[in-house]
């Protein structure tokens, strides 16, 4: 099952409109919608997006970071890019296997959950 990045948005940002003040410094949350290519449907996961510089003033404790890319300069044609890259190597025979493989990346809406 293909998975695809089928949309890209932030809640505190239009990202039409979203340009850092300084593009070596920066830090924001992103949302992604990424479902099958056989459905319409998707499930939602977050990704933090920040710079060097950003971890450089703001991350001061020792930390594993998770669901996190680190790039030096904000772009958001290059960020979508690495985003469908990752997307691309999580392709399994179902949804349930490629979201699980996704969450590795991505912090998943499910994650943890139980029935």
């Known amino acids: 099952m293909k998975a695809l990045l089928k949309s890209i ?6 990202l039409t409109l ?20 056989e459905s319409n449907g998707a499930d939602y996961f977050n ?29 958001l044609d290059e960020i979508t890019g690495i985003i469908n890259k990752y997307i691309e190597q999580c392709s399994c025979k179902t949804w349930a ?8 990346y991505f912090a998943w809406e499910f994650e943890d959950y139980t029935e």
């Open 97 to 104: 296997e490629t979201a699980q493989k996704l969450s590795r």
């Open 18 to 37: 979203y340009f850092p003040e300084d593009e070596n410094e920066f830090g924001i949350m992103l949302s992604l919608s990424i479902g099958s290519s």
């Open 9 to 14: 948005g932030s809640i505190d940002h239009d």
């Open 47 to 75: 990704l933090f997006v920040c710079s060097p510089g950003w971890i450089d003033k703001n991350q001061w404790i020792p930390e594993i970071l998770r669901h996190t890319l680190i790039i030096r300069k904000y772009n």
